[in-house]
């Protein structure tokens, strides 16, 4: 097994239970054989070399990054191939300023109608090949049901439907399949998302749980998802 490396950066908003949800991710890269360091600082992003990494995962709502800070996570992947991955608003509400950091995750949230405790289902895109979801069925939780404005270059694997019955709201008028777990290419490197998270026991068990184990694998620098 080529080395594995990653980088866990947690911190934000307390109510996305974001030391949990972090830990999950180290228990996740562990057990694929990843070295993992957990940080609870932005800081990470520049005294750490992240182009000697595989993966960088996010797990930060609604903060604010530095120029530098950014630039550092952007350069990594784009100019060194390295990979992202990540979850709910720890990856895509992280920065609601920062445009580059949207740009590079692909998405960003705007609204989850009826808050948390929204029963919906999550229906893998059918047709689709590809080793996120290869094999997965559609499934149901009951969690906030994300809407984002997403980069239409996504690869979007995973979708929910809006709105949701008896979740009614001004998008009511504009039905839709929102994506939910989409990849992308930024510059060199790969980037992998899923819109589950918001607490840790969503994404801690069954399909969801998976999602993120293969999007981390897919994403990661020398790693190949078989």
Known sequence: MADRSALVVWGGWDGHEPEQ????????????????????????????DLTQLSLIVPV?????????QCQAVVKAVADHGVGMAGCHGGMCDSFRSNTDWQYMTGG???????????AYTVNIVPGTDHPITR??????????????????????LATTQFPHPGVEGPHTANPCA???????????????????????DVIETGTARELLR????????????D
């Open 21 to 48: 949800v972090a830990d999950l991710f180290r228990e996740i890269l562990e057990a694929e054989g990843f070295t993992v360091t957990v940080r609870d600082t932005l800081d990470a992003f520049l005294d750490t």
């Open 60 to 68: 930060w709502t609604m903060g604010e990054i530095s120029h530098d």
């Open 108 to 118: 960003q949230w705007v609204a989850h109608p009826g808050n948390d405790g929204v």
């Open 135 to 156: 094999g997965l069925s559609d499934f149901e939780v009951v969690s906030e049901q994300y809407f984002l404005h997403t980069d239409p270059g996504n690869t979007v």
């Open 178 to 200: 929102m994506p939910q777990v989409w990849t992308k290419m930024f510059g060199a490197g790969r980037v992998s998302y899923s819109a589950l998270g918001h607490h840790r």
């Open 214 to 225: 293969r999007g981390c694998l897919w994403a990661a620098k020398g790693v190949r998802l």
